[in-house]
């Protein structure tokens, strides 16, 4: 497709379960972003990709939280041991570039109900 | 931490009326955007003003910049019930910074 896609749209699981959400950018899209979106609120920037490698993860919450990015596409962000805080809507989102200086694509993103 | 902040959090207006939300920040910043949300979706971008720029013109939109007062507005002119939608600030940084920085948002709604 054309835009970003995200899957799955929706997750339940109990807590202590590990989940992966996955990414698919734009393609040619060099940046890719993880956000993480509160009932309400507005977004949290959880890490940043460059190509393969993730100049920024700073806004990771945890251990628990990581992401890899691989071929310059896909990327997938994994939850282990999920607590119910976890429970969200993970937004990713791609730009032509990155540094912040670009519009971003966003996909709908993935509804993270931890039970 | 978040960088922006809109207000009003919550605007109720009637279709064909103007509708304008304000955005604060703190930090220097290299551009500053405006993206909407419906309600179970994505973020879309609406426009990008750069910190150079005072005014930036995009259909029904327009938009405001005084990096003086580190504020931005963002002005929907003859508005629409197809409108009603979140709307969110985001600061892009300068030098090395990497990510956007997204306020809470202003949720709008426009009424037939």
């Known amino acids: 497709g054309a835009g970003v896609s995200q899957s799955p749209s929706n997750k339940v699981t109990e807590k202590g379960k590990d989940v992966e959400l996955r990414c698919d950018p734009i393609s040619g899209h060099t940046a890719l972003y993880w956000y993480r979106q509160s009932l309400g609120q507005g977004l949290e920037f959880l890490i940043y990709f460059q190509g393969n490698s993730a100049p920024d993860k700073s806004g990771l919450p945890s251990d628990r939280f990581s992401a890899e990015r691989t071929g310059g596409s896909v990327s997938t962000l994994t939850i282990q041991r999920t607590q119910q805080e976890d429970s969200a809507v993970y937004l990713c989102?791609?730009?032509?570039?990155?540094?912040?200086?670009?519009?971003?694509?966003f996909g709908d993103g993935t509804r993270l109900s931890i039970l | 931490s978040q960088q922006g902040e809109e207000d009003p959090q919550a605007l109720s207006i009637q279709e064909g009326e103007n509708a304008t939300m304000n955005c604060s920040y703190k930090?220097?910043?290299?551009?500053l955007q405006w993206y909407r949300q419906n309600s179970g979706r994505g973020l879309v971008h609406l426009i990008l003003i750069r910190s150079n720029e005072r005014e930036k013109h995009s259909g029904r939109l327009r938009v405001t910049l005084d990096t003086s007062k580190k504020s931005s507005s963002l002005l929907i002119t003859a508005s629409r019930a197809a409108d009603t939608a979140s709307y969110f600030c985001?600061?892009?940084?300068?030098?090395?910074?990497?990510?956007?920085?997204f306020g809470k948002g202003t949720t709008l709604s426009v009424s037939s």
């Open positions: 930090t220097s910043i290299n551009n």
């Open positions: 985001a600061t892009g940084p300068t030098g090395a910074g990497t990510a956007l920085i």
């Open positions: 989102a791609s730009s032509v570039s990155g540094g912040g200086n670009q519009p971003q694509h």
